[in-house]
């Protein structure tokens, strides 16, 4: 069974940092980009990140960054680990949201609909 689980939400002030992690299983995590979507309330939910897979042809990951976060957050993964980790810093209220997980098979996948399971979500508020 695909299972991808998040951790490490919480409330911070703005200007502070948390670091989410996504624990995966069931799957062959390095096969995958893995993605962080997040939904505030009354908003659509979006793509925040994404990191590929690790491609020896490229010996990189190819990460991307939806404007709203580009440097602020960072995306790693730990193939070794099965997981993936979101550093987020100065965060700002518009942050606040329920941040998933997902997986997708495409290399680029900058919409919602482009990934097939996430996990539950963890909630980030950010708030003085």
């Known amino acids: 069974e695909v299972q991808l689980v998040e951790s490490g939400g919480g409330l911070v002030q703005p200007g502070g940092s948390l670091r989410l992690s996504c624990t995966a299983s069931g799957f062959t995590f390095d096969d995958y980009t893995i993605g962080w979507l997040r939904q505030a309330p009354g908003k659509e939910r979006e793509v925040v990140s994404h990191?590929?897979?690790?491609?020896?042809?490229?010996?990189?990951?190819?990460?991307y960054y939806a404007d709203s976060v580009k440097g602020r957050f960072t995306i790693s993964r730990d193939n070794a680990k099965n997981m993936a980790y979101l550093q987020m810093d100065s965060l700002k209220s518009e942050d606040t949201a329920v941040y998933s997980c997902?997986?997708?098979?495409?290399?680029?996948?900058?919409?919602?609909?482009?990934?097939?399971?996430w996990g539950q979500g963890t909630q980030v508020t950010v708030s003085s």
């Open positions: 990191i590929n897979f690790n491609d020896d042809r490229f010996h990189d990951d190819t990460t």
């Open positions: 997902a997986m997708t098979s495409f290399s680029v996948a900058t919409q919602p609909y482009e990934y097939r399971t």
